[in-house]
T-cell receptor, first 113, second 115 residues
Framework: KQEVTQIPAALSVPEGENLVLNCSFTDSAIYNLQWFRQDPGKGLTSLLLIQSSQREQTSGRLNASLDKSSGRSTLYIAASQPGDSATYLC????????????FGQGTRLTINP | EAQVTQNPRYLITVTGKKLTVTCSQNMNHEYMSWYRQDPGLGLRQIYYSMNVEVTDKGDVPEGYKVSRKEKRNFPLILESPSPNQTSLYFCASASGRLAGDNEQFFGPGTRLTVL
């Protein structure tokens, strides 16, 4: 059974710092991995998607990497801003069957001005 | 604009009163699914649909029903809601074909409270 773990559960950093959020998964048979942002009580905003054949994707100040063989992904946020404060979720899409997303518990990020 | 819409966004109801949460997508996606999000448990899949008239159970289907009569719509039905179904619900859609990135798009969520 696929399990996704995100560490740390919460992170608080001063504005302007570069930071890395971690995601690990137990089964490398994935189709893709998505990173989402969720503001309190709100919906999920897709940030980046990495297909299983790719190593990384970039969007603005965000860079996501994928090492499928070791079951790890990282989300790098450069020059953090208070507006980046949110919960970040990673999810892997299964290759077979339901094609469902299996989510991690998320990292709650706070950027202090 | 490509989007997934859900209605209602907020709902307070009482135990046993049947309700339906609607979900609609305008991207001609084949695949649609429902998730619920609970503190400490994360997001879990309730039901999914690979295409019209094709639905199947996810991880937590008990107490829920779905139907897929049209490609764009995938309503979630609670025949007899109970307090343990108080949660934040998300509908999602994707092309469904394992070609291309198959990115999943999520609706804005429905916050349901069952008293």
């Amino acid at each position: 059974k696929q399990e996704v773990t995100q560490i740390p559960a919460a992170l608080s950093v001063p504005e302007g710092e570069n930071l890395v959020l971690n995601c690990s998964f137990t089964d490398s048979a994935i189709y893709n991995l998505q990173w989402f942002r969720q503001d309190p009580g709100k919906g999920l905003t897709s940030l980046l998607l990495i297909q299983s054949s790719q190593r990384e994707q970039t969007s603005g100040r965000l860079n996501a990497s994928l090492d499928k063989s070791s079951g790890r992904s990282t989300l790098y946020i450069a020059a953090s801003q208070p507006g980046d404060s949110a919960t970040y979720l990673c999810a892997v899409q299964l290759l077979q069957g339901a094609q469902k997303l299996v989510f991690g518990q998320g990292t709650r990020l706070t950027i202090n001005p | 604009e490509a989007q997934v819409t859900q209605n209602p966004r907020y709902l307070i109801t009482v135990t046993g009163k049947k309700l339906t949460v609607t979900c609609s997508q305008n991207m001609n996606h084949e695949y649609m699914s429902w998730y619920r999000q609970d503190p400490g448990l994360g997001l879990r899949q309730i039901y999914y649909s690979m295409n019209v008239e094709v639905t199947d159970k996810g991880d937590v289907p008990e107490g829920y029903k779905v139907s897929r009569k049209e490609k764009r719509n995938f309503p979630l039905i609670l025949e007899s809601p109970s307090p343990n179904q108080t949660s934040l619900y998300f509908c999602a859609s994707a092309s469904g074909r394992l070609a291309g990135d198959n990115e999943q798009f999520f609706g804005p969520g429905t916050r349901l409270t069952v008293l």
